[in-house]
């Protein structure tokens, strides 16, 4: 099983929809957790942390449960410039971050 | 600021060829990473650093070599290159192992081997 699983997508949405991306992890002792965004053929930059209770950025919202394993990211109102891939990240306290495979998200006008 | 740059952006190289990737950071991070993405896939932790001196491999460290020998720098060496490191490989640095704001990547080097 993979440390970190996601759905590839794509997520084909209209402009202004909301759509929700899940992600789940593996260990159990994983201590904190991240969405980063990925444009094509970019380096991955950080779009939020993911805390316990929940956490909100603008259109963003971002959800971790820990009894289930898996975080989510919503986003309200899309944006064309939402377009790209979203990565689901999770720190283990091994070595480094360990990075979801990503879910591909294609705003359409 | 700079940030993590990476040098070069590019590069083609033949089966057999070595080559250095080079990673620079100005932020006085101590932990520095090497990471590669395959096509659709996510990235894999090739090497990392907790500091000047310190290495460690990562998930997927064959057919790769790093030195770290000051805190800025971070190169990725490829020794006898084959078509399965065709691959973009992205070096990323960090204040802690575990920091809230996640890591600072440079904008990658696209390999290709033929």
């Known amino acids: 099983r993979k440390e970190v699983e996601q759905d590839p997508g794509p997520f084909n949405v209209p402009e202004g929809a909301t759509v929700a991306f899940n992600c789940t992890y593996s260990n159990s002792a994983s201590q904190s957790f991240f969405w980063y965004r990925q444009d094509c053929r970019k380096e991955p930059k950080l779009l939020m942390s993911?805390?316990?209770s929940g956490n909100e950025d603008g259109r963003f919202t971002a959800q971790l449960n820990r009894a289930s394993q898996y975080i989510s990211l919503l986003i309200r109102d899309s944006k064309l410039s939402d377009s790209a891939t979203y990565l689901c990240v999770v720190n283990t306290g091994r070595r480094a971050l360990t990075f979801g495979s990503g879910t591909r998200l294609q705003v359409q006008p | 600021n700079a940030g993590v740059t990476q040098t070069p952006k590019f590069r083609i190289l033949k089966i057999g060829q070595s080559m250095t990737l080079q990673c620079t950071q100005d932020?006085?991070?101590?932990?520095m990473y090497w990471y590669r993405q395959d096509p659709g896939m996510g990235l894999k932790l090739i090497y990392y650093?907790?500091?000047?001196?310190?290495?460690d491999k990562g998930e997927v460290p064959n057919g790769y070599n790093v030195s770290r020998s000051t805190t800025e720098d971070f190169p990725l060496r490829l020794e006898l290159a084959a078509p399965s490191q065709t691959s973009v490989y992205f070096c990323?640095?960090?204040?802690?192992?575990?920091?809230?704001?996640?890591?600072?990547f440079g904008s990658g080097t696209r390999l290709t081997v033929v």
């Open positions: 932020m006085n991070h101590n932990y």
């Open positions: 990323a640095s960090s204040t802690m192992r575990a920091p809230d704001y996640g890591y600072t």
């Open positions: 993911v805390y316990s």
């Open positions: 650093s907790v500091g000047a001196g310190i290495t």
